[in-house]
Structure formats: structure tokens, C-alpha cells
């Protein structure tokens, strides 16, 4: 996978362009490789404001198409604790493929187990997949393949790479 120098995309509102650079490898899977790039155009109080790119695989387009669109729907539903899907638009250097824009990137400072949280911090943890099931749930949306980062300070999670939801 390469990139140009910086990459463009519009913002939710489409009117203006979000510019990233500095890519940073951070794992692919069955869906794609993910990146995360930082701002370009963020402010020194926000220069850390990250967003992370998945870029699919040739086999994997329409799978990667469909997560950002799950993705946008459980957004409008105010669905908590899951990926926000930016933008999605073309790999600049093949267009079979595609590349979704996602945020928040997760801090280093996390684990994927309930059980690699400290004690006090698991019910919490518990507590915030229960909800974000439902709420997936009443949004009409389920998966197969549930990845929750949890933060290692607080417990809160966050569900990524829902390339099976549907």
C-alpha cells in the first residue's frame, strides 16, 4: 500500500477538505490495511488529532463499502461506542479499491479482552459492550465478528473493524 505526500478528502458537510499525512502502519486483516495519518490542517492545541484509513483489498471493496455505510447509519442512530466513517473514496493508485476514513484512532493504551483490564475497571467495560450492543440492536444492525479496544485508564470501548455487520 502507498500513499501520496498528503491525502485530501471532503468533511461531513462537504465543505471543506480535511488534509493527513505522515501515515502509520497500525494492522490489516481479512478487510484491508488500516493507517493512521495525523491532520495537517489541525491547530497546535489539536496538532494530536489523528484519523485512521483503511484501504481495502481488491477482493475486499464492497465489504470495506459496506462498513462505512453500516458505519453512517449506526452514527444517525447516535449509536455509542463504535467508529465514526468520515469519507470514503477511491485508492488513489488502483480505483477497484477503496479507502474509508474512520476516527477516533485508539490510543496505544489499550487491550482487546475484558479480562486484560484491571478489576475495578471491568463492569464498566462490561457495562459499555452491553450497551452498545443493544443499541446496535435497535439500530438494526448486527455482526458476527465483535473487536472492542478498551482503554486501559477508564474501561471505555470502543467496537472496530465491523466489516461483517450488516
Known amino acids: 500500500v502507498t500513499f501520496p505526500e498528503q491525502l485530501s478528502f471532503p ?18 486483516g ?15 492545541k489539536t496538532r494530536n488529532v489523528d484519523v485512521a484509513v483503511k484501504v481495502s483489498w481488491l477482493r475486499s471493496t464492497s465489504t470495506v463499502e459496506n462498513e462505512c455505510e453500516v458505519l453512517q447509519i449506526l452514527e444517525k442512530r447516535k449509536v455509542s461506542g463504535v467508529e465514526t466513517c468520515l469519507a470514503k473514496q477511491r485508492y488513489p493508485t488502483d ?3 477503496v479507502m474509508i476514513v474512520l476516527e477516533p484512532v485508539v ?30 440492536l435497535a439500530a438494526e444492525v448486527v455482526t458476527s465478528d465483535v473487536q472492542p479496544l478498551m482503554n486501559i485508564q ?5 467496537f472496530i473493524d465491523l466489516t461483517e455487520a450488516k
Do not use: W
Open 11 to 28: 468533511t461531513k458537510n462537504g465543505k471543506f477538505l480535511r488534509t493527513v499525512s505522515k501515515p502509520r502502519f497500525l494492522g490489516s
Open 30 to 44: 481479512s478487510g484491508g490495511a488500516v493507517f493512521a495519518f495525523s491532520d495537517v490542517n489541525a491547530s497546535s
Open 95 to 97: 480505483a477497484r479499491r
Open 107 to 136: 490510543s496505544a493504551e489499550s487491550v482487546a479482552a475484558v479480562s486484560e483490564l484491571e478489576a475495578p475497571l471491568r463492569p464498566h467495560a462490561v457495562r459499555c459492550i452491553i450497551r452498545t450492543m443493544v443499541q446496535m
Open 154 to 158: 477508564t474501561g471505555d470501548v470502543l
